[in-house]
């Protein structure tokens, strides 16, 4: 494929920015909710 | 909503479960036909690949932009103050802002192999760099000191003003001569240029990017809650702590 | 029981700085990216047939002019490349230092940098302005009619 790194490097900035924002969510969602209970998870 | 493992995500539900994995299906077709199936255009040939993602991202930035100022007009006007509404208006910027860097960051690899350049100052670009600087402006303002209340307040007044900077960005190669093509999809005269398969994968494109900005900003706002939280039982536990001291002196 | 109060230390509260730096950095790229747009983006380029004729289109500065590359006007000659510019029936001869590459070809629209010599646009950069149709390769069709972007202008 012609061009291929400029190609495949947009796929993977995208897909990469989107994993690295999720893990870093769920992290600190892990990590905030040790100290609370279940009764200020409002969402359950 | 019913609950999923807490082990895995605390933020998790069925529901984000469920979106979750629709998102994943629609965008490994996206990333498969983008790449493999979908032909190479006429006068682009193989850079034309880099649409599926560049245009899915800049209207998802768009839509959470947006998305941020009906909170934040949410937050305003509700008797309650709902600080449910501040935590959507915030987690939805902070996605916004990540599919805005994706929108430049890819924007300015197509440019290199259509324009022959990386970046230049044209309406469009320029536009555009204007509002993802915006839009890091509004997650600091968030984060100046004050209670929770003058971040909802600070925040939701910024978030109204700056999404007037969208149409401005939109129309901007209508308004003035802009290195940047027009709309293909959402130009005036409803008239789309564009081949079925290459239609339907940038459609598909936006229909994931959707997904994921939906299952981002569910966790995020919860994420936000639980720190809110954390911190509010933080100096709970601290003035326990102090007051469990008293008798044993 | 002891009951003397404690000694109060003050309270230290660390100041938020970086909500404050980012503040500042955000305004200054603010300003520096408006200064820029104000500077060159509202008006990116001069049609060709604007040459001498609009405000700011001045043929004794430095422009950058926006037109499409003529059908069987490209030629190279030596490390240079020669084509006729056209627009609104307008049309000026343009040589660039160099090969545009990419996918520069005849009947696209280009913006090129440079300057009026002598009745010749001679142009040190040239960008290709590429349009808002999309349409599957078709190898017969540009065999037939030698160029894409001119198979597609057709139809």
Redesign the interface.
Known sequence: MKDAGFIFGSYIVTLGAILMFAVSTLRRAKKSAQSVTDKDKTWL | ?S?VS?ET???G?RATQAIGVLALAV?AWV?AS??LLT?????????????Y??VP?AWIAYLAFVFTAVASAGWLISKKHSMGFDRFAGASA??GV?FM??TL??GS??G??????FW????RL??T??LF??Y??YL??R???GSVEQRARRSAVVALLAVLEIPLVHFSVVL????H????VL?PNGDV???DL?LFTLFSGVVGFTL?FI??VL??Q??M???D??DN??LDLAIVARRAEG?A? | MELTPRPIEPAKKPRKWLPIILLTLVGLGGVVIVTQFLRSAIDYYCNVDEIGVRSGCEETTRLRVQGTVEQNSLQKIGSNTSFVMTFNNKSINVVYSGDPGGIFQECISVVAHGRMIDGTFESNRIEVKHSNEYAEKNADRIESSGSAACSQAQG
Request: aromatic share 6%; proline share 5%.
């Open positions: 909503m609950q807490q995500s605390p933020t539900t965008m990333v983008g790449l032909p190479q255009d006429v006068v682009q040939g193989e850079s034309v690949r880099i649409m993602v560049h991202s902070e996605v990540m860097a994706i960051i890819t690899l197509w290199r192999l259509t324009w022959g350049e230049q100052w044209d309406p320029t536009t760099a204007f600087v915006t890091i402006g600091a303002v984060r100046l000191e003035w001569r802009s290195l093509q027009g709309a293909t130009n240029k564009m081949d290459m994921v299952w981002l966790h995020r919860r994420t809650l639980l720190v939280v954390a039982q933080g008798p002196n």
